[in-house]
């Protein structure tokens, strides 16, 4: 799901700061949401009245290369604000991959660049690793690598 790190991008070709505010939006409601809330893989939502609640929520299956484009998200937060939070946020979705999920899992090989591609219920671990999912985590860690303030973060947040 690229449309926030698209809107940030937007943003900036377009010198248009409506674009990020939509971007803000989702990284500081729906990112913070699903930290909270596990990484929900989907889940349902329903308004009644002013009340919105969600129910069917399916922890599982948690893939891989869902992480990046949030990690991208929020690092273009912390890029366009300057706010830590948002740095802090980059790492701490980022340390999904290093074995903060709900398997306690490391994901990421750090020395072998591999990434596995995913959390299966009952906190399986599909040890498959496609292109999709390696290319993912090594582009995160890329990115991070690329921001000492995210690495830390990162560091702070891995298992």
């Known amino acids: 799901n690229e449309q926030s790190h698209a809107l940030f991008t937007a943003a900036d070709f377009l ?63 912390y890029i366009h604000t300057g706010e830590d939070k948002y740095a802090d946020m980059a790492g701490r979705i980022a340390s999904w991959l290093l074995g903060n999920n709900r398997a306690s899992a490391v994901m990421y090989s750090v020395s072998t660049g591999i990434c596995f591609d995913a959390i299966a219920p009952g906190n399986a671990v599909n040890r498959n690793s496609g292109a999709e999912s390696t290319i993912e985590a090594l582009l995160t860690m890329q990115a991070i690598t690329d921001l000492p303030v995210v690495k830390a973060a990162l560091l702070k947040y891995k298992k």
């Open 15 to 77: 010198n248009d700061n409506s674009y990020s505010d939509h971007a803000l939006l989702e990284v500081d409601n729906f990112y913070t949401w699903l930290l909270n809330n596990g990484f929900l893989s989907s889940f349902r939502a329903k308004k009644t009245g002013s009340v919105i609640s969600v129910y069917d929520q399916q922890p599982f299956e948690q893939i891989a290369y869902g992480i990046r484009p949030m990690v991208s998200a929020a690092i273009d937060a």
